[in-house]
């Protein structure tokens, strides 16, 4: 399994060997991966399915 820089992975999500998560992906809360994920897209479901693409997440930090 290879993770990229900037990947964002949802809670209880499987990854099978030898897939490679591209940078600025998003997978969905219990997904499983099966096949490589490109770089800027939302997946989920199982097996995974590519959703949304061109997206960007940013993490906000609220400060008081």
Not at 7 to 36: D, F, P
């Amino acid at each position: 399994i290879y993770i990229k820089d900037h990947v964002w992975c949802g809670k209880r999500s499987k990854i099978l060997k030898g897939v490679i998560i591209e940078e600025n992906a998003i997978i969905g809360m219990e997904a499983l991966v099966t096949k490589n994920i490109s770089p800027n897209t939302l997946n989920a479901g199982i097996p995974t399915k590519c959703i949304r693409e061109n997206i960007n997440w940013d993490r906000c930090f609220i400060s008081e």
